[in-house]
């Protein structure tokens, strides 16, 4: 069954450095690959998804990510982040015959001024 | 707007009580989801419906029920079977079940036991 590890349970980076935020998958098959964010006490936001279109795929407020499937990794990047962007972040699985999603347990950004 | 509301934004449940989340949806999707967030541990599927009159459980249907008499609603009722529910629970929406599809999210309700 696929499944996702996100690394790193909280990540702090200062108001204009650098976002990464970390994900591995696994699955017997091409997956499909989601990030969401959920800011507090609300639903998941879509921010973007992987469908072997391209490898590098770009999302919403900045964000992008690279599918690289030699390091089974999909990290989700942001150049320069801003107050806005302090959320909780989660990586999630599917595979093509079903869309049994799987998700990590959640990376909480804090972005300090 | 197209979306999908739940209700009420708290719950509170006494001992011994069953309670339902309401989960409506205007996208016409086919599929639908209950997810049980709980802190450190992201989401987990308890029950989803492909289809009207048709459902299947999750990895942690215990304690809960579901029923789909309509395309467009999908309510979760948290039994008394159910011995820790306080939780945030999230309803969510695909198009239908296929591999890839984006899966659309509520706002959520949390649920507290008095």
């Known amino acids: 069954a696929q499944s996702v590890t996100q690394l790193g349970s909280h990540v702090s980076v200062s108001e204009g450095a650098l976002v990464l935020l970390r994900c591995n998958y696994s699955s017997s098959v091409p997956p499909y690959l989601f990030w969401y964010v959920q800011y507090p006490n609300q639903g998941l936001q879509l921010l973007l998804k992987?469908?072997?279109?391209?490898?590098l795929v770009k999302g919403i407020n900045g964000f992008e990510a690279e599918f690289k499937k030699s390091e089974t990794s999909f990290h989700l990047t942001k150049p320069s982040a801003h107050m806005s962007d302090a959320a909780e972040y989660f990586c999630a699985v599917s595979e093509f015959n079903n869309n049994d999603m799987r998700f990590g347990a959640g990376t909480r950004l804090t972005v300090k001024p | 707007d197209g979306g999908i509301t739940q209700s009420p934004k708290y719950l509170f449940r006494k001992e011994g009580q069953n309670v339902t989340l309401s989960c409506e949806q205007n996208?016409?999707?086919?599929?639908m989801y209950w997810y049980r967030q709980d802190p450190g541990q992201g989401l987990r599927l308890i029950y989803y419906s492909q289809i009207v009159n048709d459902f299947q459980k999750g990895d942690i249907a215990e304690g809960y029920s579901v029923s789909r008499e309509k395309k467009e609603s999908f309510p979760l009722t948290v039994t008394s079977a159910q011995k820790n529910p306080t939780a945030f629970y999230l309803c969510a929406s695909s198009p239908d079940r296929g591999g890839g599809e984006t899966q659309y999210f509520g706002p959520g309700t949390r649920l507290l036991v008095l």
């Open positions: 992987y469908t072997s279109a391209a490898t």
């Open positions: 996208l016409n999707h086919d599929a």
